[in-house]
């Protein structure tokens, strides 16, 4: 199953205080019942998310918006970037299933450990977030003065389309690394909790 993210860049320029990328989230969750595997796979389809026009939901979704802040600085008739800052807004979108206690010892395995992955796989999406942040803020700040506050600005949102840009091609690289993977990282992770279980360390 895939997981697919929305990222949605925003620049904004203005005047403000140093301080360095930062990110924030929040946690919305979709309900999903069923008892068997397959009910659960189309409740799935039917109330995960759904981005970008595609049909069918999906188990998990990260919506990103960046938004860049640029202090600037005139002196010596010279402009240059005095501070920066760039944070991050991510909403996280998870299943929670509702129907658990119904279900068969094996389903809730299968369901615990599939959660688990979902939430780590978006989780990672924040990660890779934030590292571009700091990215960006690096190169915002490392960029060399101009004559005019005008020819840096333009100078500022370059480096933020670059970079957003770098970000994006890095969260579909890792969408499409985890797609390849997902079966054999399953059945490491199902195996891993088979052993946790009989060790008597989790229950199930």
Known sequence: MK???LVSSLLAVTVMS???ASISRTYNYFPVSGVTLA???RELQAHGPRLDGRRGGHPGATRLEFSAKVEYAEAQRF???AGTRVSVEAEVILPRWRTRNRAESHVRLIWDTLERDIKRHEESHLVIAKNHARMLEDAL??????RNCGALASDVEQTTSKILAQHDAAQVRFDRIESINFESRMMRLLKYRLEQIKAGRISH
Not at 141 to 146: C, D, N, T, V
């Open 18 to 20: 140093v301080s360095a």
């Open 39 to 41: 009910e659960i796979e």
């Open 79 to 81: 402009c240059e970037v």
């Open 3 to 5: 997981r697919i993210i």
């Open 141 to 146: 700040k490392a960029l060399p003065r101009r």
